[in-house]
């Protein structure tokens, strides 16, 4: 296998890549003839949702040998701020220990497609932490006229290069949002900011997402969505690692 890619790592790949949660274990102690209860920290396996979301499941035990392939250089990973925004959101949990797959993977920063910063200039930074804040933004996007910016030639000109480039291809986001519902609007950024800076996949856990981009018949973009599995098979894996981290050993797990 000689083949490397590089991928945009969605929110969704490093969330099931973390397998483990930190809770708080009571423990009885025997001190003095008396027993007392201390509470001290743990960590329990996330809940197997194969159950309900077998397909789910299935892409999950991918991710080892994902995680394996990009400490290799077989696979380079990248992410950006609007990533970074949404991950803020959430909670750290078990991000970068032993309980993270992708703990010690260098992922790489790129450029966002448009920094939403350069039209809502002096607002509160919670602003940007929003879950509805991308996808206003993106309709706001969607709604805008490129020949206006280059009529503005005092801001326009203040863009990056970067941008001004993305946003003369902005037909080409408009186009593949045309074909997706609203609630797809912020994947979509996120597969223009791939198509932007160069990787060749944006790698994804949303099925849904993967399944609409495949079936329009005029996309454009040379990056492509795509689910762990088929990374696999583009670069010709058809065996997988067991997972690192079985969970069975008491010393870590209830």
């Known amino acids: 296998m000689n083949k490397m890619v590089s991928v945009l790592v969605d929110l969704s790949v490093r969330r099931y890549g973390i397998f483990a949660e930190d809770v708080q274990i009571e423990k009885k102690i025997n001190w003095g003839g008396h027993e007392h209860t201390s509470l001290i920290a743990g960590w329990k396996r996330k809940p197997d949702r194969s159950a309900t979301e077998g397909w ?44 993270d797959l992708f703990a010690g993977v260098n992922v790489k920063n790129c450029l ?39 009529q503005a030639r005092e801001f326009y000109n203040m863009l990056p290069v970067f941008e001004q480039e993305s ?32 990787p060749d ?18 996309y454009n973009f040379r990056s492509k969505p795509i689910l762990p599995e088929q990374l696999l098979n583009v670069l010709g894996v058809t065996k997988i690692d067991p997972h690192p981290f079985p969970g069975s050993d008491p010393r870590y797990f209830e």
């Not at 077989?74 to 992410?79: D, G, I, K, Q, W």
């Not at 949002?177 to 996120?190: I, K, N, Q, T, V």
């Open 112 to 150: 966002s497609a448009v920094n939403r910063s350069r039209f809502r200039q002096n607002v509160d930074f919670s602003e940007y932490l929003r879950k509805e804040g991308l996808p206003e933004f993106c309709d706001f996007l969607l709604k805008l006229d490129p020949s206006l910016l280059r």
């Open 201 to 218: 996949y944006f790698l994804t856990l949303d099925k849904k997402f993967v399944n609409a981009v495949s079936s329009i018949r005029d």
């Open 56 to 99: 789910l499941q299935k892409q999950i035990l991918y991710l080892p040998t994902i995680a394996r392939l990009t400490k290799e250089g077989t696979v380079e990973c990248y992410s950006y701020i609007e990533l970074t925004f949404e991950e803020a959101r959430g909670t750290g949990g078990m991000r970068g220990t032993f309980g």
């Open 167 to 198: 946003l003369m291809q902005l037909e080409r986001f408009k186009s593949l949002c045309r074909h997706l519902s609203e609630r797809h609007y912020s994947d979509a950024f996120h597969l223009w900011t791939a198509q932007a800076n160069g």
